[in-house]
């Protein structure tokens, strides 16, 4: 059974940064990519970076320059760190798998998710 469990959100004032987790058990990374996918109220998911099977990484305009994403397999997390963060990054980020690697942005592609942790920055 495959299981992701994201931890690491919070309040943040602008210009911080929140190191977010996510526990993963139940799938391999070398046959997975593991991405970070945020959603603000009322907008359609995003897919803001991801660390592939291969071990390549890949990040969203946004999240490009100021975010970071990691894996590290004795722990089994996927980590994102987020740095200078703004008020537009506020949203629920969730971790989320897909089997393969990125061939795709779509994120409806991605089969399993956890259950999601909110960012908030304040101005």
């Known amino acids: 059974q495959v299981q992701l469990v994201e931890s690491g959100g919070g309040l943040v004032q602008a210009g911080g940064s929140l190191r977010l987790s996510c526990v993963v058990s139940?799938?391999?990374?070398?046959?997975?990519?593991m991405g970070w996918i945020r959603q603000v109220p009322g907008k359609e998911r995003e897919l803001i970076a991801a660390?592939?099977?291969?071990?390549?990484?890949w990040y969203s305009t946004a999240a490009k320059d100021r975010f970071t994403i990691s894996t590290d397999d004795a722990e089994r997390t996927v980590n994102l760190q987020m740095n200078r963060l703004n008020p537009e990054d506020t949203a629920v980020y969730y971790c989320?798998?897909?089997?393969?690697?990125?061939?795709?942005?779509?994120?409806?592609?991605?089969?399993?998710w956890g259950q999601g942790t909110q960012v908030t920055v304040s101005s």
């Open positions: 660390f592939t099977a291969r071990g390549r990484v």
């Open positions: 989320a798998a897909r089997y393969g690697g990125l061939t795709s942005l779509i994120v409806s592609d991605f089969k399993y």
């Open positions: 139940g799938l391999s990374f070398d046959s997975h990519t």
